[in-house]
Nanobody
Framework: QVQLVESGGGLVQAGGSLRLSCAAS??????????MGWFRQAPGKEREFVAS????????YYADSVKGRFTISRDNAKNTVYLQMNSLNPEDTAVYYC??????????????WGQGTQVTVSS
């Protein structure tokens, strides 16, 4: 079992930056080949994939809409995954969810989810 707790959301102006964190507990983080990722859900829209990172951090994936602006990273010693978000725009406004999958890559339906953190970008 893995528990995920997000933090770092908030209100930011367009063009600004935020860094989200996701602290994992439970199952051993670094030795269990758990891929981590971020998804988001805007009002009235379906949840969508944002970014993911393999357990070794050797491989990352990004949605086209965030490539070049967002960076995912992880610190297995701290059991934490991060999402650095730069050049934010109002279309990035959503609840951001951390996810974990005991697989080499995060799937569309990860086994574990966090509770979500709100990110609001004002124009």
């Amino acid at each position: 079992q893995v528990q995920l707790v997000e933090s770092g959301g908030g209100l930011v102006q367009a063009g600004g930056s935020l860094r989200l964190s996701c602290a994992a507990s439970g199952r051993t983080f670094s030795t269990s080949a758990i891929a981590m990722g971020w998804f988001r859900q805007a009002p009235g829209k379906e949840r969508e994939f944002v970014a993911s990172i393999s357990w070794s951090a050797a491989t990352t994936y990004y949605a086209d809409s965030v490539k070049g602006r967002f960076t995912i990273s992880r610190d297995n010693a701290k059991n934490t995954v991060y999402l650095q978000m730069n050049s934010l725009n109002p279309e990035d406004t959503a609840v951001y969810y951390c996810a974990a999958d005991p697989r080499p890559r995060v799937t569309r339906t990860p086994d574990y989810w966090g509770q979500g953190t709100q990110v609001t970008v004002s124009s």
